[in-house]
């Protein structure tokens, strides 16, 4: 499955915006879809994670109640809805696929290319 992220900007804190990743290649639902994100010179940092079907959904401890992962498998596409938004936040985000895998953070075989994130504060 191939993946590009879109949907990244400069945002202002408290702000929201929505990340989008299309796929392509292999049957979209077979996958699950993460997304993560990365600051230069740190480690790259698990956000959130959907199931299959999007009924089982996944968060960092942090992102809880501000950032939301959905999936439209029809449209072959991963959102994620990032609300209040904190310079802290700013980073490359990258969303990711698996096939199956039992921890939503770890055992993503395809990455997309990431689309950069900056929150203003």
Do not use: H
């Not at 077979?30 to 089982?56: C, H, M, T």
């Not at 310079?87 to 921890?103: F, H, I, L, N, S």
Request: aromatic share 14%.
């Amino acid at each position: 499955v191939q993946l590009q992220a879109s949907g990244g900007g400069l945002v202002q804190a408290g702000g929201s915006l929505r990340l989008s990743c299309a796929a392509s290649g292999r049957t979209f639902s077979g996958y699950i879809l993460g997304w993560f994100r990365q600051v230069p010179g740190k480690k790259r940092e698990f956000v959130a994670a959907i199931g299959w079907s999007g009924g089982s959904t996944y968060y960092a401890d942090s992102m809880k109640g501000r950032f939301t992962i959905s999936r439209d498998n029809a449209e072959n596409t991963v959102y994620l809805q990032m609300s209040s938004l904190k310079p802290e936040d700013t980073a490359v985000y990258y969303c990711a696929a698996k096939v199956y895998g039992v921890r939503p953070a770890e055992g993503y075989a395809y990455w997309g290319q990431g689309t950069q994130v900056t929150v203003s504060s």
